[in-house]
């Protein structure tokens, strides 16, 4: 009942940008946090960025100052700013949100995105 759906992944040279977008459709009554993880080659998919309903944010350590999260709560959208990429931000990246499907229950499920390809060239 609820997708999230990615965009906006490519390749590009190292010391380039991409913007990552995130939509998330289908029953949602609020969204709290919405973060974004990403999965390198043999590698553990880890926490990038993480942004919570009232704004506040949070990087790992090697894509401070050049990452930025963001979101639209009108649109149910979160992007990733990404600058001065590098080789090792070569990975999938995935979208992940915590939604709230209904007003009248407090639970919140979290939901995965299929995640989109970012490909950092030397």
């Known amino acids: 009942q609820v997708q999230l759906v990615e965009s906006g992944g490519g390749l590009v040279q190292a010391g380039g940008s991409l913007r990552l977008s995130c939509a998330a459709s289908?029953?949602?009554?609020?969204?709290?946090?919405m973060a974004w993880y990403r999965q390198g080659p043999g590698k553990q998919r880890e926490l990038v960025a993480v942004?919570?309903?009232?704004?506040?944010?949070n990087y790992v350590d090697s894509v401070k100052g050049r990452f930025t999260i963001s979101r639209d709560n009108a649109k149910n959208t979160v992007s990733l700013q990404m600058n001065s990429l590098k080789p090792e931000d070569t990975a999938v990246y995935y979208c992940?949100?915590?939604?709230?499907?209904?007003?009248?229950?407090?639970?919140?499920?979290?939901?995965w995105g299929q995640g989109t390809q970012v490909t950092v060239s030397s």
């Open positions: 289908g029953s949602i009554a609020s969204i709290a946090a």
């Open positions: 942004i919570m309903g009232g704004g506040i944010t």
């Open positions: 992940n949100a915590d939604i709230k499907t209904s007003p009248l229950r407090p639970r919140l499920d979290n939901y």
